[in-house]
Every structure is written in C-alpha cells, then in structure tokens.
C-alpha cells in the first residue's frame, strides 16, 4: 500500500463543474503539498499547508490531521485547469513522499 | 527573479555511461532537492542538499550522487547508467532553512538510456 494515495486517479468534467481531489497518507507528516504538472512535465506548486484551509483564486485546498486526509477543490473548473494534480507529505522521516498523481480533464 | 533553471534539457546515454545533471536554484535559495519521475514509478525524492551538505537521501543505490556548490547551485550524478534510469529529472529549490519548503522546480531534465 502506498504511503501517500489520492483518488480518483483520472477526473473529466465539464467547463464550470466544481471538481474535489483527494489524497490520504498513512504517516506522520509536518506539511503537506498540492502541485500541478502540465503536459511537457512542468510542476508548479500550488499549496503547502500544514492545518486548516487556503485559498488562492479558484482553488482551495484543506487538510484534517487527525484524519490524515487533504482535499482539492476547484471551483468554477476551466479547459486550462487540465493538468495532472500531485499531493505530497514532507514525512517526519526528512523525506518527500509523492501520490500517484489525479489526471484531470475540463472539456468546455 | 529568475526561474529554477536546469542543464542539459534532453540528454541520450548508453547503458554503463555516467552523466551529470545541472541545476541553478532562484536566487537566494539554500535548499535544493532532486527527483526521478518516471511513467512506472512517478515521482521519487532522490536528495537534498542544504549549504552545501546533504541533508537528507531518498532510497536510491550509491550509483545516484549529487553535491552542491557554496553558491548553492547543484549537480547530480549518475554512474553505470541502466536502462531503468530513462527518466525526467526535476530539481527544486526552497527558500528558508527547513527542508522541503514550498517547492519552487526547474523544467527538468529528460534523460534517455538506450
């Protein structure tokens, strides 16, 4: 089993839908982070979060610790939000710990 | 200010080779981290370099080494290259002493084995 799992692996929606990730872990962790990879590989991060919610544009991201579990939400969801969303735990072990990654696909 | 920048973008080895890899972190960042992605594997930390030292390693065999410069820019190395190693190799830098800060990455280097 995975240290780090996020579901669902693949997501298509429609232009305007709201779209929730979500990424569970099963160690201790001090930070956990959302990225976004476009097509041609570049990853851009887009929250690092250790408790409770932020919020940037349409994208919202919160964490329950006790739960070990974090969600992405995308409100409003664009053809430009289609990319591939990565969480990732800094572990308490000094080590960054990768999910599988959520394909995403917004057809207008 | 600029991006993380990465050398070479597209490398082609031959299986027993070695190679080195380049990065430059944003200017002012200590912390650099290095990752494998691969279609089987995704991504994978391999190191992190802070002020020079290694601070903390991935699960990797000692083939994969890397170093770091007193002007925090960074190379990783690896030996005796395999065909399993075909991969893109992305480095991140970070602001602040902590490792693993918000992950500012570099484009990536695309590394074929054949």
């Known amino acids: 089993k995975n240290e780090v799992e996020q579901s669902p692996q693949n997501l298509t929606a429609q232009e305007g839908e709201f779209i929730t990730i979500n990424c569970s872990y099963s160690v201790g962790i001090s930070a956990l982070h959302w990225l976004q990879q476009h097509p041609g590989g570049g990853i851009v991060s887009l929250f690092m979060?250790?408790?409770g919610k932020k919020k940037h544009g349409r994208l919202i991201a919160t964490i329950n610790i006790q739960e070990k579990h974090s969600s992405l939400h995308i409100t409003a969801s664009h053809p430009r939000d289609s990319a591939v969303y990565i969480c990732a735990v800094n572990s308490n072990t000094d080590k960054l710990i990768f999910g599988t990654g959520t394909r995403l696909q917004v057809f207008p | 200010k600029a991006g993380v920048t990465q050398t070479p973008r597209y490398l082609i080895k031959t299986r027993g080779q070695q190679v080195t890899l380049s990065c430059s972190p944003i200017?002012?960042?200590?912390?650099v981290s290095w990752y494998q992605q691969t279609p089987g594997q995704g991504l994978q930390f391999l190191f992190e370099y802070f002020s020079e030292t290694q601070r903390n390693k991935g699960n990797f065999p000692g083939r994969f080494s890397g170093r770091q410069f007193s002007n925090s820019r960074s190379e990783m190395n690896v030996s005796t290259l395999e065909l399993g190693d075909s991969a893109l190799y992305l480095c991140?830098?970070?602001?602040?002493?902590?490792?693993?800060?918000?992950?500012?990455f570099g484009p990536g280097t695309r590394l074929t084995v054949l």
């Open positions: 200017s002012g960042h200590r912390s």
């Open positions: 991140a830098s970070s602001a602040g002493q902590g490792a693993f800060g918000e992950q500012f």
């Open positions: 979060l250790s408790s």
